[in-house]
């Protein structure tokens, strides 16, 4: 028997109303460590909002989130972040005008000094582990290139790397290889095969072959509530999810 607390992120009874409108409709889910869970569903399903009460960008009207054990939904951004809750969202924010380097110089946690003060120091160490990233996120060789000039597709990578340069625990990716080449996509399912070893991770997305290429569970949203959880197999085979999702 495990109980919840033995999971790395333990959501009970979660739910936001929008206007009596529940977008997220209690709903209970539960992560584990070294987990890459994808969450698939119909537009509309909730799945954006579940990622934004996660990361506190949105309160939640009622119920639990909590990551190691910690509550999540009373925290700020700020604090979520540094419990160690990376997020990126669908478009990239990158700095555009500055080099694949700098972008990933920028995102690297910083210190604070005892006046409260941000402090920031280009040691080897820093320079390393800049290095050490950009090539994870297949960068290694563009790190002087400004980041206006990457593909679609390597802007998202950078935008991986500027999380994972911050060694999140639970990495959270809202549909990653939309508008991705064949071939970034198959990069992209490597990478995160890669980064979900030693934390969770937890994917949104909507292209089933890369689904199937990445998850270890998979978890159906239909109008904020949970309709499938499996395996990929489990999950393609329910009418249910077949009639609301795959079969158009
Ligand atoms: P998905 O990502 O699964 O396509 P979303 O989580 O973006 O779905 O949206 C779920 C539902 O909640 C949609 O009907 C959307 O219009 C609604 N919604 C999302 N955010 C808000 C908000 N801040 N205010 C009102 N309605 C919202
Ligand atoms: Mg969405």
Known sequence: ?????????????????????????????????????VVIGPNGAGKTTLLDLICGKTRSTSGSIKFKNKELSTLSEHQIVHAGVGRKFQTPSIYENLSVYDNLEVSYPKGRNVFGALTFKRTPEVDARINEVANDIFLGDFLEMEAALLSHGQKQWLEIGML????????????????????????????????????????????????????????????????AEGNMETVQNNPDVIEVYLGH
């Open 1 to 37: 028997m495990s109980s919840n607390t033995d999971f790395a992120l333990a959501i009970e009874d979660l739910t936001v109303s929008f206007d009596g409108f529940k977008a997220v409709d209690n709903l209970s889910l539960y992560v584990d460590k070294n987990e890459l869970r």
């Open 164 to 227: 994972l340069i911050q060694d999140p625990e639970l990495l959270m990716l809202d549909e990653p290889v939309a508008g991705m080449s064949v071939k970034e996509r198959e990069l992209t399912a490597e990478l995160l095969n890669r980064i979900s070893k030693g934390r969770s991770v937890l994917v949104i997305e909507h292209d089933m072959e890369f689904v199937a290429r990445i998850a270890h569970k998979v978890t159906v949203l239909h109008q904020g509530k949970i309709l």
